[in-house]
């Protein structure tokens, strides 16, 4: 991921899932998408933004630097700069470990000299199972105190551009979600949404049932007159 900053205006290129974040009055948001496999299901709807950090799939790109094919870089939609602004590259050692929110307050609430240091700590505490590379560029000061500014995580800014074309899944899966511990399903097919085939599910769950009391009654009429036999 890279930046060009020419006079207010940013421009902003990525391949893979390394990210570029713009944080403006204590609101983060995510300047680039991740070119990987469950991007595609969150932009299809069949994962959440929120699930999508422990989705099975999160690690697999659908580009990146050292493909056979020289892959084209995505370039995003030009920034024009506020006086104060910061933006954020950095790897998924990073983003991977910490969450939006946890950046943001480290980079509104520290010392801009202390902020990549302790953001580096914090990934490593975590876990550390990537490499932390970041870049922190600070668009001029700050026109008030950052730190009494509330910390929220802002719509990512690609959204409003349009979805890509993509296949539909599948192979549902199951994902345990990180803050309810229950495993639920996140990838739901639309065919086995349907009303005919929730229909034919139920009907299908039946069949056991109805198979086990066949068998019970026919052994209690066997039993009865083999007993009267008797």
């Not at 933006?87 to 969450?99: K, T």
């Not at 939006?100 to 609430?109: N, Q, S, Y």
Request: hydrophobic share 40%; proline share 6%.
């Amino acid at each position: 991921v890279c930046c060009f900053v020419s006079d207010n205006t940013v421009y902003t290129a990525h391949v893979g899932d390394s990210r570029a974040y713009l944080l403006r009055q204590g609101v983060i948001s995510l300047i680039t998408e991740d070119h990987t496999v469950v991007q595609d299901l969150v932009r299809a709807g069949y994962v959440t933004s929120e699930d999508a950090a422990y989705h099975p799939s999160s690690g697999i790109l659908t580009k990146c630097l050292g493909q056979m094919e020289i892959s084209d870089p995505e370039f995003s939609k030009p920034i024009t700069l506020q006086e104060g602004d910061r933006l954020l590259l950095c790897s998924d050692g990073l983003s991977g470990m910490l969450d939006d929110d946890e950046m943001a307050e480290i980079m509104f609430h520290e010392d801009q000299d202390n902020a990549a240091r302790i953001m580096v700590e914090m990934a490593n505490e975590a876990g550390g199972f990537d490499n932390i590379t970041l870049i922190h560029y600070a668009h001029g000061d700050y026109q008030e105190d950052p730190k009494l500014w509330p910390i929220k995580v802002g719509r990512p800014l690609y959204e409003d551009e349009p979805p890509p074309s993509t296949e539909e899944p599948t192979v549902p899966f199951k994902l345990k979600s990180k803050k309810d511990g229950q495993l639920r399903d996140t990838l739901i097919l639309t065919a086995l949404s349907s009303p005919d085939m929730r229909k034919k599910k139920e009907s299908q769950k039946l069949l056991p049932i109805i198979i086990a009391v066949m068998v019970i009654l026919l052994g209690l009429v066997v039993w009865y007159f083999g007993g009267v036999g008797i």
